[in-house]
Every structure is written in C-alpha cells, then in structure tokens.
C-alpha cells in the first residue's frame, strides 16, 4: 500500500471539441482527462505506461470509477486535472482525481481503480511476477 501522497497536476485547456451542444464539457470527457492524468502522472514519477507496462504484458484494466460533477467547464477554460495514487496494492491500483477551474474551485472529484492482468486478461500479483517493478513502485512516494 502507499503511504505517501503521490499525485500530479495536468494543466490544459478544454477544447470545443469536448463539449456538447449547449457549451459545457461533456460529462464522459472527464474520464478521458482523468485517463490522461494518470499517465502523465506514472510519467512524471518516472513509470510511462507504455514502457513500464504495457510493453511488458501488463495492463491495468479499470474495474470502477466515478465521477461526482460540481461546476461546468466551458471551451477555452483553462483546468488543472489533479491525479493522486491512493492505493498501490500488489494486484491494483486506485486514483482519485480533481478537475480544478482557474479560480480555484473544483469542478469535479472522481476515482478509478485498476488491477493488474495479463495480455490473456488474467488478473496477476505484481510483486510476485514483477518484483523488480513492484520494488521500484512500492517506493514511489518515500524519496522527496
């Protein structure tokens, strides 16, 4: 389990193309962002997907998220999309997240969680079948 606040802020600007005909984000774009922000955030703490993962045969399949909707976010906003790890466990891996409006407020607040499993889609323990990696990540967060 991580015992340290590990997150990561994404900042963009909302495109028109994410929002619907009445000029406000469209509701499931937010699971893309929260997407998005996760892997910048295994980027930034030096764990790319594609590398560290998928390349490897694991993937982190979603099992559950959500997203609560507080404030609308209009085109050309710009946002910051707060991803934070708050689990990292040897079979999955839960984030929640923050779509905060340039004004400080919190558009929404939502989560995912994710367990590990192979290319034939077999959920796997990490620190079993990557101990290297889940030595590596079970340290995220302990070096400041």
């Not at 192979?118 to 079970?138: D, I």
Request: some cysteine; glycine content about 6%; hydrophobic content about 35%.
């Amino acid at each position: 389990m991580i015992d340290r606040h590990v997150s990561y802020d994404m900042e963009m600007t909302v495109n028109w193309g994410d929002c619907d005909a009445a000029g406000i984000s469209y509701y499931a774009k937010n699971f893309e962002w929260y997407t998005n922000s996760y892997m910048q955030l295994l980027a930034h703490y030096r764990f790319p997907y594609m590398e560290t993962f998928h390349n490897h045969g694991i993937n982190l399949v979603c099992l559950k998220a959500d997203s609560t909707y507080k404030k609308m976010v209009r085109p050309l906003e710009n946002i910051i999309v707060r991803s934070s790890i708050t689990l990292l466990a040897r079979t999955r891996m839960e984030f929640a997240y923050q779509i905060i409006k340039e004004n400080g407020e919190i558009a929404a607040e939502g989560y995912t969680s994710h367990a590990y499993v192979n290319n034939e889609g077999v959920p796997m323990n990490l620190e079993k079948s990557f101990p290297t990696l889940w030595g590596k990540l079970s340290n995220l967060g302990k070096q400041r």
